[in-house]
């Protein structure tokens, strides 16, 4: 079955303790991205991959990292996470940039 | 920063009823794309439009991308409580970048 799958699901953690959440696809798709979706705010684009050791920043980067080493996974990582990060994180992957974009079904993060 | 504002954020309304959601921006896209969201779901592509004045229909919805392809707009005919759901748009950007910005929602109820 075609699909993204993200972990974890849920995770609560404190404030500074480093964590990563794995996104990975099975479609052989190029385009990868992540986004939090936060009350009022909409999805926001966090970073995006184009291809393998290729991405780039959206809307949102600031505390987080990515790396696309292998096609099929994109992770993101928070280095020192902080409550103004606390949010609904969505992973998602396209055959092209322009192409209908396939959603994971989410990790909600809480930072305290 | 670009933005694409949606509207109405929340709409419910009766059975039976037609509606139409607006997405507007000052950015042109390269396509627009809108989803619909589903409690604990990520986002579900509906229609993705290309070409400016383009109007595609799937059943009961239309959807519309402006002639200057800044903007679009949803309209459900007949609205069935099947349609509830929060609807996105994310428009697509090409020039110096490869990123989609989504609109803000609109959370809708249709009510038997």
């Known amino acids: 079955e075609a699909q993204v799958t993200q972990n974890p699901r849920y995770l609560i953690t404190v404030t500074g303790k480093k964590l990563t959440v794995t996104c990975s696809q099975n479609?052989?798709?190029?385009?990868m991205s992540w986004y939090r979706q936060d009350p009022g705010l909409g999805l926001r684009q966090i970073y995006y991959?184009?291809?393998?050791?290729?991405?780039d920043k959206g809307d949102v980067p600031e505390g987080y990292k990515v790396s696309r080493k292998e096609k099929r996974n994109f992770p993101l990582i928070l280095e020192s996470p902080s409550p103004n990060q606390t949010s609904l994180y969505f992973c998602?992957?396209?055959?092209?940039?322009?192409?209908?974009?396939?959603f994971g079904d989410g990790t909600r993060l809480s930072i305290l | 920063t670009q933005l694409l504002e949606q509207s109405p954020q929340f709409l419910s309304i009766q059975e039976g009823e037609n509606l139409t959601v607006y997405c507007n921006s000052s950015?042109?896209?390269?396509?627009l794309q809108w989803y619909r969201q589903e409690p604990g779901e990520g986002p579900v592509l509906l229609v993705t439009?290309?070409?400016?004045?383009e109007v595609k229909k799937l059943k009961r919805l239309t959807f519309q991308f402006g002639d200057a392809r800044k903007d679009s707009s949803l309209h459900i005919t007949a609205a069935q409580p099947g349609d509830t759901g929060l609807y996105l748009c994310?428009?697509?950007?090409?020039?110096?970048?490869?990123?989609?910005?989504f609109g803000t929602g609109t959370r809708l109820k249709v009510l038997a």
């Open positions: 998602a992957s396209s055959p092209t940039p322009n192409q209908p974009q396939h």
């Open positions: 994310a428009g697509f950007i090409t020039s110096g970048t490869y990123k989609y910005i």
């Open positions: 991959s184009m291809n393998v050791e290729v991405t």
């Open positions: 950015s042109v896209f390269s396509s």
């Open positions: 439009v290309v070409t400016g004045g």
């Open positions: 479609m052989n798709h190029e385009y």
